[in-house]
């Protein structure tokens, strides 16, 4: 069992779409928990960290469920820009552990 | 601006030859330094830390004598694909840790090096 997991999709969803991505994790010392951005060819960005209280950043909500080992992230109001690889992150000490990403593909 | 750089950002060698890499922290000290690779359409996964001063933690998987790395100073960590083989072939990318938000420290990346082994 991968100690993150996400599903790959590709989710094709058309513009202004609110669509949800989900995520697991196996180590139950981690501490924190980001999602991260990647586009093609690119490094990850940091997209937002997740806090167990949940957190928003405009169109952008994560959640975090430490007793299920269960993130999420949810994107309202999608725009084109939006389409790249989302990848779920997982630190424990100084170490990140990546999930294997969801691509989204927003389209007109 | 950029925090992490990584030169060169593209390289294309002969089967054969050793690939250096390298990866500079911009305006802040780095003693540890992580190095990944990322197969097309895979996620990153971690191949070594890098400790400056001290030798480098591998990766269960990862021959420690294929990838040499060095942490020089407290700004640089170098990776050098000794012997490389086609199926070296990926997108190396390195980060290090920095002091952050309270969620602790913030991770930043290099742009990443893209390798192609002929």
């Known amino acids: 069992r991968k100690e993150v997991e996400q599903d790959p999709g590709p989710f094709n969803v058309p513009e202004g779409a609110t669509v949800a991505f989900n995520c697991t994790y196996s180590?139950?010392?981690?501490?924190?928990f980001f999602w991260y951005r990647q586009d093609c060819r690119k490094e990850p960005k940091l997209l937002m960290s997740?806090?167990?209280s949940g957190n928003e950043d405009g169109r952008f909500t994560a959640q975090l469920n430490r007793a299920s080992q269960y993130i999420s992230l949810l994107i309202r109001d999608s725009k084109l820009s939006d389409s790249a690889t989302y990848l779920c992150?997982?630190?424990?000490?100084?170490?990140?552990?990546f999930g294997g990403g969801t691509r989204l593909m927003v389209k007109p | 601006g950029a925090v992490v750089s990584q030169h060169p950002s593209w390289v294309i060698c002969k089967s054969g030859t050793s690939v250096k890499i390298e990866c500079r922290s911009l305006?802040?000290?780095?003693?540890?330094m992580f190095w990944y690779r990322q197969f097309p359409k895979q996620s990153l996964m971690l191949m070594a830390t890098?400790?400056?001063?001290?030798?480098?933690?591998?990766e269960q998987g990862v021959e420690k004598d294929k990838f040499l790395i060095n942490h020089a100073s407290l700004t640089l960590s170098t990776l050098t694909v000794t012997s490389a083989h086609p199926e070296d072939s990926s997108f190396y990318i390195c980060?290090?840790?920095?002091?952050?938000?309270?969620?602790?420290?913030?991770?930043?990346f290099g742009p990443g090096t893209r390798l192609t082994v002929t």
């Open positions: 980060s290090a840790p920095t002091k952050g938000r309270p969620q602790g420290y913030e991770q930043y």
């Open positions: 180590n139950s010392a981690s501490q924190s």
């Open positions: 997740v806090y167990s």
């Open positions: 992150v997982v630190k424990a000490g100084n170490m990140l552990t």
């Open positions: 305006d802040f000290q780095a003693t540890t």
């Open positions: 890098s400790n400056e001063g001290s030798k480098a933690t591998y």
